[in-house]
């Protein structure tokens, strides 16, 4: 069985923000393999199930999306070399999209609360470019990921899913 993870934060007021594209990314496969989440307070996430791939939307705040990981990994006896999470990244430009295992998790929070709840960082991940907030705004990184797209960027993050869609063998 596979795990993919999209990270985010469960409250709607933050559905169109930057921090939110793992979960923005994931209900567009999800969507486009016409199939809906069930909530499940066992594990703290949104799950979706297609055959033996596993789509969770952590219901966890960022901060805390290891704990809904690692529940459902064990829940499910998922190997870590089965889990794949998909995650916005600053460091990379606007929807660039960078596949690794291995790696640190660069002051992200939902990505280093996974790897401290599993205990390694060895896990794959699919990073998807957010940009940096424009050097003229003086505006922290911490908001600007909480700040929403805008319509086109939003439909722009919208498109990376679909390839992935496609193509469920990324892992």
């Known amino acids: 069985m596979k795990m993919i ?3 985010g934060n469960p409250d709607k007021r933050y559905s169109k923000t930057r921090h939110n594209t793992g979960f ?4 567009e496969i999800v969507a486009a393999k016409g199939l809906s989440w069930e909530g499940s307070p066992k594990l703290k996430s949104d799950i979706c199930k297609l055959g033996e791939i596993i789509f969770v939307k952590p219901t966890t705040f960022m901060n805390k999306s290891g704990e809904a990981v690692s529940l459902v990994k064990e829940y499910f006896g998922i190997d870590l070399a089965d889990i794949c999470v998909i995650h916005d990244d600053v460091d990379l430009q606007f929807g ?5 295992v291995g790696a640190g998790h660069a002051g992200h929070k939902g990505v280093m ?6 205990g390694t ?4 991940r699919i990073r998807i470019g957010i940009g940096r ?3 003229d705004s ?3 990184v911490d908001d600007f990921v909480l ?3 805008s319509s086109e960027e939003l439909d722009g993050i919208k498109k990376i899913g679909i390839p992935l869609s496609e193509n469920l063998n990324f892992l």
Do not use: A, H
């Open 138 to 140: 003086n505006l922290p």
């Open 113 to 118: 609360s996974i790897m401290d709840s599993l």
């Open 147 to 149: 700040n929403d797209f």
């Open 121 to 124: 960082k060895d896990f794959r």
């Open 24 to 27: 923005i990314v994931l209900d």
């Open 133 to 135: 907030p424009p050097t």
């Open 96 to 100: 660039q999209r960078k596949e690794q």
């Open 5 to 7: 993870v999209g990270l």
